[in-house]
């Protein structure tokens, strides 16, 4: 159990039976009266965020949150499909739910799935991901018009600028967290 003082930015609660992250906080101590703890939350299946006030000696759960390494297998149209590393089962994930990971969403990465109450809310990829470039334009030596940098299409579909040397088949690595090119993989 959290108490009031326990609250900060990060913290995940469970209010209602639902997972909560503590995006914003803010503590003000009136000359008169209790203490009150402001805090933005964000409800981590559904997305929507409100502001709620707490009076200190409010207690909370701690959400009971859980992380399992799964492999992603395919995307059969709806949803996509993790496989669990250890007992091999199969959990089904929402493009909701995947979010902006789909863009760099390989077969066969692992990748960190957030379970609550044993069911699937949330994915996060590796910090770094390697992928194939499928679509590169030419670049012409002198065009520095362009700002030294040209736009390619991955095997995912995902869009993004890299330098001028790097050439269509070749492997490069992205930095998830950013979406940005890093370099150039042998």
Do not use: H
């Not at 992380?67 to 059969?76: R, T």
């Not at 799935?113 to 699937?120: A, G, Q, S, V, Y």
């Amino acid at each position: 159990m959290y108490e009031c003082g326990d609250l900060k930015k990060g913290l995940k609660i469970e209010i209602d039976n639902e997972p909560y992250i503590i995006t914003d906080f803010g503590f003000v101590k009136p000359g008169k009266g209790q203490a009150l703890y402001k805090c933005r939350l964000k409800n981590m299946i559904t997305g929507s965020q409100f502001d709620r006030t707490y009076r200190s000696g409010e207690k909370f759960n701690k959400a009971s949150l859980a992380e399992a390494e799964m492999e992603y297998l395919y995307f059969d149209g709806e949803n996509y499909c993790f496989m669990n590393n250890s007992n091999y089962e199969q959990e089904f994930l929402t493009a909701e739910q995947i979010g902006e990971a789909k863009d760099l969403l390989k077969e066969n990465i692992v990748c960190s799935i957030l379970m609550f109450d044993e069911k699937p809310i949330g994915i996060t990829l590796p910090n770094f991901v390697e992928l194939k470039i499928t679509k590169a334009d030419p670049w012409i030596k002198g065009d520095t018009a362009s700002g030294s940098s040209k736009p390619v299409t991955l095997e995912t579909g995902y869009t993004l600028n890299v330098p001028p040397f790097i050439e269509e088949g070749e492997k490069i690595r992205i930095d998830t967290r950013t979406g940005q090119y890093v370099e150039r993989v042998k």
